[in-house]
């Protein structure tokens, strides 16, 4: 991909990220971690700062080189590591169905609930 187009891609994730953050709730976590005493290295380590400092050295190395080094964590699943999109792809649907299961499970406990096919 182009330098403008993954740009273009970053940003877009960057104002997606943005949109889904409850900031509230992200003011009530950070108010209870502040309370815990572990305030200040919790801000070191996953504050603004930090993070903004994580994404200068990732735009610096560039997305290849980032993408790369993902790959080789150790850390991440063999599936990650091999087809990230497949991975995820293989996450959400088990997610999905583990709702289902859920749903299904709550639904039987239920005396008078109806299940629909689907």
Same mark, same amino acid.
């Given at each position: ?27 009530t ?12 290295? #919790? ?6 700062? *930090? $993070?903004?400092?994580?994404? /200068?050295?990732?735009? +610096? =190395? ?18 990650f590591? #091999? ?6 792809? *293989? $996450?959400?649907?088990?997610? /999905?169905?583990r709702? +289902? =299961?859920?749903?299904?499970?709550a639904?039987?406990?239920e005396s008078?609930?109806?299940a629909?096919?689907?």
């Amino acid at each position: 991909m182009t330098v403008e187009a993954v740009s273009a891609m970053a940003e877009e994730s960057r104002r997606f990220a943005e949109a889904a953050t409850d900031h509230e709730k992200l003011q009530t976590a950070w108010g209870t971690i502040q309370a815990s005493g572990l305030g200040r290295s #919790a801000r070191r380590l996953l504050g603004d700062k *930090a $993070l903004a400092h994580c994404e /200068a050295g990732d735009e +610096r =190395k560039g997305c290849a080189r980032v993408e790369r080094q993902l790959r080789a964590d150790l850390l991440l699943p063999a599936s990650f590591r #091999a087809n990230p999109a497949q991975h995820f792809y *293989a $996450l959400q649907n088990a997610l /999905a169905e583990r709702r +289902r =299961k859920q749903w299904r499970e709550a639904a039987d406990r239920e005396s008078g609930a109806v299940a629909l096919a689907a």
